[in-house]
């Protein structure tokens, strides 16, 4: 959770898209041999990962649109 927070520094939106996307295939796969525990798990870790990739996004554009950075 902190990296989704940005609180150790990445700027990166590639670790927040790795998460999402294993997090997915791990759910994928879960369709099989369903685990509820596992299945809540990987819901958080998509939902963390989509609070990342957004905080990114909103940064991005107001770095687009006021040229700075806050």
Known sequence: ???ALRCLGNKSWLCCDLIFLAAGSVL???S???N???TMIHIFWILMSALGLSLS???LCSIVRWG???
Do not use: D, Q
């Open 57 to 59: 996004y909103v940064k």
């Open 36 to 38: 509820l525990a596992s």
């Open 28 to 30: 994928v796969c879960l």
């Open 68 to 70: 700075y950075s806050p």
């Open 32 to 34: 099989e041999n369903f």
């Open 1 to 3: 959770m902190p990296l």
